[in-house]
């Protein structure tokens, strides 16, 4: 049984998982901190992948699934008014790599998957696009390996390996988790992400 509209993803869980962010002492070094960053990511990610499940299961219409996906994306997406700069910093960076999550399931269930090329192949245009700094051709890239794996595909992260810093990078990074999210789209307790 799919959650009602708009539980799919609240505002009240965003506020918690910054009322943690803000709590703690985070070091992207440090293993905790990292894990608390990318739970806070995997979750997002998880209520995406549960919406595309609900909509696949006729238990939402295309426009019903899209309006999900696009009240989901304005709490994940807007500002999040965290002072530190350094935590700002990070949590834009969990943000940054999620925009590409909802390009990839908007578009899946606007279109449906990308034909034409692998996972691996869209995210080496990618990166080509990035290097002739076309943003908008690498996201479009990054939104196509998306669908695919919002349609059981997978994404082998050797792609990743090949990566300068940048959008791409941070956009594959919320693809692996979109993958995650696919294969186990169990909800991330807020209790359970302290273990």
Known sequence: MSPAPGEFYTEER???????????DLDPENEDSARL???????????IVRVISAYEDGELGEQEAREELGSIQEIVLGDADVEDEEKAMLLDGVQTSLVCV??????????GPAEGASVEEYVTAARDAETEEDVEAALGYCAQAGTLLLDDGE?????????????????????????SATRDPEVIEEDDAEE
């Not at 960053?37 to 209520?47: E, F, P, R, T, V």
């Not at 909802?102 to 279109?111: C, K, N, P, T």
């Not at 082998?156 to 988790?177: I, K, P, T």
């Open 37 to 47: 960053l990318l739970n806070l990511q995997d979750d997002a990610a998880i209520a």
């Open 102 to 111: 909802f390009y990839a399931a908007d578009e899946y269930v606007a279109e």
């Open 155 to 179: 994404m082998d992260m050797s792609v990743a390996e090949n990566l300068e810093y940048g959008l791409v990078a941070e956009w594959v990074n919320g693809l692996d988790s979109l993958q």
């Open 14 to 24: 965003w506020q918690n998982w910054i009322e943690r962010v803000q709590a703690e």
